[in-house]
């Protein structure tokens, strides 16, 4: 009887620990990982020169020289260090640190990992996509883009071809603080150094309202512009010209247009468009989200290679920012 007493006693203790110990090992697990099952902890995979990993814990600075460096991969531009503009914490060493002060809250709540049906660069890549940062890349025009803008903001011409052109993923803080994706197309030519103004510019939690593309307006300059948006290729003239525009060759870009309006004088009277934002030709006037000289923005445009249209004698176009580069 003893001999099967002490049977019964060890199944049911077995029946008792085994569930419990499961239980257990679950919360675990659970605990391990964020809201799309990515692991939470600090650790990383380094691997020997035999290629045998070996699980060693990582500070927070060389977690993040780790991130910069993985994401560099066969994508990244020869000769170009990403995100060279961060250092080991992660930091901009070159944006505005009191327009990034005066925003910190909004910036630490919406810097947070964009769900999984948001990440943009997880879809098919183009084989020559370059990344020049996470949620940074520019890649030649897929099918799927050529089909968008076909007939819309692109009409076939002598002056630039579908090849000439880049599609631009960014992020950037919309003017409720939160992060968004933006699309642009532009020239080739620029699409460096725009990918490098737009990283500035979110480091620095410079606030911008949209970046759509153009054809989401049926390519029509005065609705993009009336719903502030920052747009840039379409190939059009300069209103009420036969000139060709800067937005045609895909080497302009107007940065939140409703706050920074363009001001012309056909037949010698003044007039301020998008309609509706008269008020914002007083550049004195305090406003959020106006353009200024040796501003951020302003700094950053002119640092590479732009010039603005701000800054023109006889008309003023202060949403406008264009490169020329010799043929």
Known sequence: M???????????AACILLPLSFFLYRQSYNNSQDDWGNPTDTTATATSDEGKGNTQPMNESDAALS???????????SGIEICRDQNANGNSDTRSDEYSDAHADTRADSQKQLPPEERREEMTAHPDRVTYCEGFFFEPLTDEIINRIQGVSYHENPDITYDDLRYLNVLYYDFTGQTQIGEIICNRQIAQDLLEIFKTLYDASYQIEKIKLIDEYAADDDLSCADNNTSCFNYRTVAGSETLSKHALGMAIDINPFYNPYITYPDGKKRISPAGSEKYEDREGGY????????????????????????????????????????
């Open 2 to 12: 003893s001999h099967s007493r002490l049977l019964f006693s060890i199944f049911l």
């Open 67 to 77: 991130q910069s460096s993985n994401l560099a991969g066969s994508d990244s531009l």
């Open 288 to 327: 959020d989200h106006m353009i200024l000289k040796d501003d951020l923005c302003y700094r950053l445009f002119i640092e590479h290679g732009f010039t603005w249209g701000g800054e023109w004698k006889s008309i003023k176009d202060y949403q406008h920012f264009q490169k020329v580069i010799a043929p």
